[in-house]
């Protein structure tokens, strides 16, 4: 029964965000840069386990617009990336979830559909056309475009990193009067991030370039995640390059909770988050 409640109060906040959505954003007007397939709407896999809604075959990406309630709203925009492996999108546990808790917080989100499966190249072109957008367009939602932040879980925080860390990096060519503006998300946040530590002998994935000129950061995983490791030497990476580095390494949680109750590592990172959102983005 317990349960049962857990997941029916997760479906009536899903409910509720989906509601509360005004605007959908395809980030390319045109060719979609590198896209052989033709534009369409993402597809859902049959794979509904564990009360998730997962998208693949991702050809048309779009940013989904959650605007913070008038009356509770600030000037600051997160970006939020699902994971899935860059196979699919956890589109409601780590996209339209994360939303509705950053909205009650004052936080206008966006959830970002990047391409998928496999086309991580097109996924980094997809997270700087997405700054880049909501960063022209701040003004329409009462944002500082110098206040638009990017969050991911799992292989959504490997995006997120290599956006923070590669934004001098043209990936795609200009389309429009957005693409002169900088691809720097203003922080990054990483939970339980992936793929970080694809270097020799489990350090720093190769292309992720750190200076003091990247974003403070915020970092959470377990010690029972297997991806664990990418946290720590992430973490590692920021310090020695002198950038502001939140790291909070849990013993137990595992991966792909995001903030469904009943996990401890579920029941911990968003009050961490909170205040260091409070702190550090001012």
Known sequence: MKQTGILLTIMLGLNMTISAQ??????????????????????????????????????????????????????????????????????????????????????????????????????????????RLVRSRAAEWGLQPDKIGMMGFSAGGSLTARAATRYNVNTYTAVDKADSLSARPAFGILVYPAYLDQGANRTLTPELTLTEQTPPMFLFATADDPYGNSALVMAGALRDAKVPVELHFYAKGGHGYGLRSGNPAADAWPALLEQWLKTTVK
């Not at 052989?36 to 617009?65: C, F, I, Q, W, Y």
């Not at 309630?69 to 970006?79: A, K, M, Q, R």
């Open 22 to 131: 005004q605007q959908t954003i395809h980030l390319w007007p045109g060719k979609v840069p590198g896209e052989t397939a033709a534009k369409h709407a993402a597809m859902v896999t049959p794979d509904g386990s564990n009360n998730v809604k997962r998208l693949t075959d991702v050809t048309d990406p779009v940013l989904e617009v959650f605007p913070a309630p008038t009356g509770n709203s600030n000037d600051v925009g997160v970006i939020v990336n699902p994971g899935g492996g860059y196979n699919i999108l956890a589109i409601d546990l780590e996209g339209y979830e994360i939303a509705a808790w950053l909205n009650k917080l004052g936080y206008t989100a966006f959830v970002l559909q990047y391409r998928v499966p496999k086309k991580e190249a097109g996924a980094l072109q997809d997270a700087q056309r997405a700054i």
